[in-house]
T-cell receptor
Framework: DQQVKQNSPSLSVQEGRISILNCDYTNSMFDYFLWYKKYPAEGPTFLIS?????DKNEDGRFTVFLNKSAKHLSLHIVPSQPGDSAVYFCAASSTRGSNYKLTFGKGTLLTVNP | EAGVAQSPRYKIIEKRQSVAFWCNPISGHATLYWYQQILGQGPKLLIQFQNNGVVDDSQLPKDRFSAERLKGVDSTLKIQPAKLEDSAVYLCASSITGGRSTDTQYFGPGTRLTVL
């Protein structure tokens, strides 16, 4: 049973346009959400996070939106750049546990075309 | 600041053979994680150490996988014997304390294992 779902395996956008990556979760205990970015042959790198007490968090070109009632979050990249081409993983955890385990989605491959 | 180091980067073995992976976390990081990432999937936590104690190994197939972090610094993950379905990238990550859910996990480059 997948608790974190990224239903779009891939997304292609033009340079300068907005990229929107989506993520859904099923576990009501999740209250902390993260996005990781992964280039080929490298490990995932942390991009941005959001706590369930917020509905938006912004860091430069990257904004994460959280809709708790829909159990949905999205990552917006504006403007998209060719260097943003990578696999993006959504991850979730619960702050109420004792080990703060991350549960990852399957990832979305973003391709930004020049 | 040096990142998480892993070796080897690639390993090819026959089924039923044994293999070991090594991880050196970021200096001063108390918590170390081993993840398995099968092609087309997200990383799945196998085991989490806080210093040299195991916090969570609920998803580690203990009949064939073992891991240790004897001095609370570097760690080894072993598979014995390997099966075809163990083909995956094995990622090591570390975080500064693990005592807060907001601690960022920093990942190493991974070891790509192919079992033939």
């Amino acid at each position: 049973d997948q608790q974190v779902k990224q239903n779009s395996p891939s997304l292609s956008v033009q340079e300068g346009r907005i990229s929107i990556l989506n993520c859904d979760y099923t576990n009501s205990m999740f209250d902390y959400f993260l996005w990781y970015k992964k280039y080929p042959a490298e490990g995932p790198t942390f991009l941005i996070s959001i706590s369930s007490i917020k509905d938006k968090n912004e860091d430069g070109r990257f904004t994460v939106f959280l809709n708790k009632s829909a159990k949905h979050l999205s990552l917006h990249i504006v403007p998209s750049q060719p260097g943003d081409s990578a696999v993006y993983f959504c991850a979730a955890s619960s702050t109420r546990g004792s080990n703060y385990k991350l549960t990852f989605g399957k990832g979305t491959l973003l391709t930004v075309n020049p | 600041e040096a990142g998480v180091a892993q070796s080897p980067r690639y390993k090819i073995i026959e089924k039923r053979q044994s293999v070991a992976f090594w991880c050196n976390p970021i200096s001063g990081h108390a918590t170390l994680y081993w993840y398995q990432q099968i092609l087309g999937q997200g990383p799945k936590l196998l085991i989490q150490f806080q210093n040299n104690g195991v916090v969570d190994d609920s998803q580690l197939p203990k009949d064939r996988f073992s891991a240790e972090r004897l001095k609370g610094v570097d760690s080894t993950l072993k598979i014995q014997p390997a099966k075809l379905e163990d083909s995956a990238v094995y990622l090591c990550a570390s975080s500064i304390t693990g005592g807060r859910s907001t601690d960022t996990q920093y990942f190493g480059p991974g070891t790509r294992l192919t079992v033939l």
